[in-house]
């Protein structure tokens, strides 16, 4: 009995490559690692959201601080310096001189010396103050702390056209290397009538640095205070980028056009250098002063950026640790999947002693646990299979060897008595010849015939015996080559005979050499013997093609049979002529049907008494054999 | 005086017939005839009711029946070839089967010839012809110091 137990090596299916749509494993490594990156990135970017907002707020709150610091400060100063103005302007002595003055009272000299001691004095309390002159009424000046300055004609001045109207402070200047800005106030004689103005040149360089201080506005802050000057906008100060006191409005940053319009607000746009700002804006409170206080979009976002360069990071690590332990994990899970598929296509190759390994209690667990029992169930029946067919076998074994013993039995024991029988009658007719008259020797030679015909039988008898049980081979066979000895046996054994033998060439087929041998020699040998009576025999061997299938047929116009018996044909000892037609035991067709059917064909014949009969067999390995001739298989 | 021949048959038709055959043939030869294998034994190696005889006096020739009583036909042949006294001797066996498992074997053993008894008494006159031909006449015997 062959084991079927792992003689050839396990052969293991192709396992599914890596691919998305058929690894588990990376469908949930993708699953989570999308779920990761949806909500950290969800989560990331709702705060980065919020985080900008508040820096946003931050610098907004940070810039309008800065901003109204600035306007107070501002407010205040102008307010101080119109103050200190208006005291200068208001000196009782000075304005008594002046009118003494211009209503000719006071001779020029006198005046001059008098109200130069007054404004030196005024000049020496006023911090700042670099000069004091005074106009008269048309804007020339009449008196001054500075000698160059007497004659000087400020009629068109805006510090004499404003300052007649009341105190004025005027537009900051950049004299050589110093600002300085005009102050002037109304000089009135009694009943408030005009006598001249009162211009102080100022030294606002404290004032200017202390605007322009960038304390607390980083690397690109800057405070920008602007006034128009008809279209164009005027920068009152330095800044800190450029040296620029100029722009066009349309050019200018939208926020000092509001300011100088006297709005309030905050705004993102481009300045003077084209470089994105944030601004808050607001209008200084003195004429159409505005002031900005600005810093860079890039400075004011930069912890922002730096936060996004954290997120980058922060995202791109949570990114990889969550594939990379989603891998681990779906791994975990897909492993005892694998092992399990390994299990199964080692029992698939007939290894039914291996047993998936049960790694947890988990379903997977309990999956391989079941398999484990299958394989075990498989295993019992599979042994309970193995032995029956083993019991079978041997009983079977037992049977054929019985079925031998008999043979044998009848190969020796039935032929010793016909021996008997023929010596002794062939001894009774030689000893006592003269005992005997004509019918008792001729009663004697049938008794001889008998015998030697029974001994016929019996070796008959033992050649289909044999055939049934002789072991099969397969091989290719060239049948017309076969025919065509057979047939020259046939005409050797009876030269005398002239019978037509046609054989088709070409004729293959796979099976038997000796078993197929003797298929045909019955075959042929039946066509040659039931033509012995016929003029012009003819016997002819072909192929032909029914039903898809090459069927072989040996046909003679011989004697023929009738086709109600045809059913009897293929029987042992079954015999559709006498003996003395033609002799034969009726074993041929009946050992023909054997070999045949051993090799899985079928036989059949057709006949019509005295035209003749033909014999057709099927081959099926030969279909077969196309690829594998010459191999030994067990029938 | 010619050696012995040794006809080992259990069968007597078939050893009435064999002797006829054999003297139809014009044998000479005295003929022994054994009914079974262990009678056989006896004669050859002068045992049992063949005690006494000269054990080195060998037949000329054996003729073995396979299917024997007591001891069969293959078994004497075997011990016939194990005994130096009796390994030269020609065995010629002589039976009805057909079996080519017994032909296989009886020449395994070292059998001389393999014949098969045929029906036909006409037939095994002639066989007898031939083996009486060959193994009387033509075979030179091995000499007995062997």
Do not use: C
Request: glycine share 8%; hydrophobic share 40%; proline share 4%.
């Amino acid at each position: 009995m062959e084991s079927i137990s792992a003689s050839e090596p396990a052969r293991r299916p192709p396992r599914a490559g890596l691919r998305l749509r058929s690894s588990i494993l990376l469908k949930q490594t993708a699953f989570v690692a999308v779920m990761v990156v949806l909500t950290s990135g969800t989560l990331i970017l709702s705060g980065h959201h919020f985080v900008r907002k508040m820096v946003a707020d931050q610098i907004n709150q940070r810039l309008i601080l800065a901003a109204s610091d600035r306007q107070v400060l501002l407010q205040t100063y102008i307010r101080q310096q119109q103050e200190r103005i208006a005291l200068v302007a208001s000196r009782t002595r000075l304005r008594q001189l002046t009118d003494e003055y211009e209503t000719g009272r006071m001779p020029r000299d006198e005046f001059r010396s008098e109200s130069r001691r007054i404004l030196v004095d005024a000049q020496k309390s006023s911090e700042g103050f670099l000069a004091i002159s005074l106009t008269d009424l048309t804007g020339l000046v009449i008196t001054s702390t500075e000698e160059g300055e007497l004659g000087k004609d400020y009629s068109a001045d805006p510090a004499f056209l404003e300052g007649r109207q009341g105190k004025f402070v005027g537009l900051p200047r950049l004299i050589g290397a110093n600002y300085r800005a005009w102050l002037a106030a109304p000089v009135t004689g009694n009943e408030q009538r005009f006598l001249g103005v009162a211009v102080v040149l100022l030294d606002i360089g404290p004032m200017v640095e202390f605007l322009t201080s960038t304390t607390g506005l980083g690397e690109s802050g800057e405070i920008l205070v602007g006034t128009r000057i008809s279209d164009k906008v005027r920068l009152l100060l330095p800044t800190r980028h450029r040296l620029l006191t100029e722009v066009t409005l349309d050019e200018e940053a939208s926020a000092m056009s509001e300011a100088i319009r006297g709005r309030t607000g905050f705004v993102q746009a481009r300045d003077y250098r084209k470089v994105e700002v944030l601004a808050a804006f607001r209008p200084v409170g003195y004429r159409d002063w505005g002031l900005v206080a600005k810093i860079d979009v890039r400075e004011a976002y930069a912890p922002l950026a730096r936060l996004n360069t954290f997120i980058l990071i922060l995202e791109g690590s949570i990114l990889v640790l969550g594939l990379v332990s989603s891998f681990a994990l779906a791994k975990k899970f897909t492993q005892p999947i694998l092992e399990l598929a390994d299990s199964a296509a080692a029992v698939a190759s007939g290894n039914l002693s291996v047993r998936a390994p049960v790694r947890s209690a988990d379903e997977l667990g309990t999956l391989a646990r079941a398999f484990n029992r299958m394989t075990e169930q498989l295993a019992s029946s599979y042994a309970t299979l193995e032995r029956r067919v083993s019991e079978r076998t041997a009983q079977l074994e037992a049977t054929s060897k019985e079925l031998e013993a008999f043979s044998y039995s009848v190969s020796h024991d039935l032929r010793a008595p016909l021996r008997a029988i023929d010596g002794f009658s062939q001894i009774v007719m030689e000893d006592h010849a003269p005992a005997l008259d004509q019918d008792g020797r001729e009663h004697m030679e049938r008794i001889r015939a008998a015998a030697q015909r029974m001994a016929l039988l019996i070796d008959d008898l033992l050649n289909l015996s044999r055939l049934t049980r002789a072991e099969l081979r397969r091989e290719p066979i060239d049948l017309t080559g076969l025919a065509h000895n057979i047939a020259t046996d046939l005409r050797q054994s009876e030269p005398e005979r002239k019978v037509e033998i046609v054989i088709a060439d070409g004729m293959r087929a796979v099976g038997d050499p000796h078993l197929l041998r003797a298929a045909i020699q019955n075959l042929l040998g039946n066509a040659w013997k039931f033509t012995g009576r016929r003029d012009g025999a003819r016997v002819e061997v072909g192929t032909l093609h029914q039903n898809g299938e090459r069927t072989y047929f040996i046909r003679d116009n011989g004697a023929g049979f009738d086709m109600s018996y045809a059913g009897k044909l293929f029987g042992a000892f079954q015999r559709l002529h006498g003996t003395a037609d033609f002799p034969g035991t009726g074993i041929g067709l009946a050992t023909v049907q054997r070999i045949i059917q051993r090799h899985s064909g079928r036989v059949w014949a057709t006949g019509e008494v005295d035209k003749g009969a033909t014999f057709y067999f099927t081959l099926p390995w030969e279909q077969a054999s196309e690829d594998g001739a010459g191999r030994n298989d067990r029938a | 005086m010619p050696k012995v021949i040794l006809l080992v048959e259990d069968n007597p038709d078939d050893e009435a017939l064999t002797l006829r055959a054999l003297r139809k043939n014009k044998v000479a030869n005295d003929i022994i005839v054994a009914r079974d294998g262990a009678e056989a034994l006896d004669y050859l190696f002068a045992t049992g009711k063949h005690a006494g005889r000269n054990p080195r006096e060998t037949p000329q020739v054996v003729l073995l029946d396979i299917r024997l009583p007591k001891v069969d036909g293959m078994e004497v042949l075997r011990r016939i070839r194990h005994d130096e006294r009796t390994r030269y001797v020609p065995v010629v066996i002589l039976t009805s089967s057909k079996e080519e498992q017994d032909l296989v074997n009886g020449y395994k053993l070292g059998a001389n010839s393999y014949v098969r008894k045929p029906v036909d008494f006409d037939q095994f006159v002639e066989a007898a012809r031939h083996l009486g031909l060959y193994w009387l006449v033509l075979n030179e015997s091995p000499p007995h110091a062997a």
